[in-house]
């Protein structure tokens, strides 16, 4: 599975951004998407997935400011509300498919206070 991630960028505090992920297999065939992100001298971090059936998880700290979404055909989106400087991070998409994970390269948020 391959991934057009985008939608990153700078934005000041209390901004929003629009996360894309167009995986190159039909979204119906894959078992959980979602991403995950990654602050310099941090480990990964799950964000926010969503399965095939439509069941979302998120992470606490953005619970109610970010919503994760998808499309018929093959994109997930992440809408990023009320963004934080402590949301500045890499983020990756991802995928878990026929029991393999798969990364994108990632598209980078900023935002400044």
């Known amino acids: 599975v391959q991934f057009v991630e985008s939608g990153g960028g700078l934005v000041q505090a209390g901004g929003s951004l629009r996360l894309s992920c167009a995986a190159s297999?039909?979204?119906?065939?894959?078992?959980?998407m979602g991403w995950f992100r990654q602050a310099p001298g941090k480990q990964r971090e799950l964000v926010a997935r969503i399965t095939s059936r439509g069941n979302t998880d998120y992470v606490d700290s953005i619970q109610g400011r970010f919503t994760i979404s998808r499309d018929n055909k093959n994109t997930v989106y992440l809408q990023m509300n009320t963004l934080k400087p402590e949301d500045t991070a890499a983020y990756y998409c991802?995928?878990?498919?026929?029991?393999?994970?798969?990364w994108g390269q990632g598209t980078q948020v900023t935002v400044s206070s």
């Open positions: 991802y995928a878990h498919y026929g029991g393999y994970d798969y």
């Open positions: 297999v039909s979204i119906s065939s894959i078992d959980v």
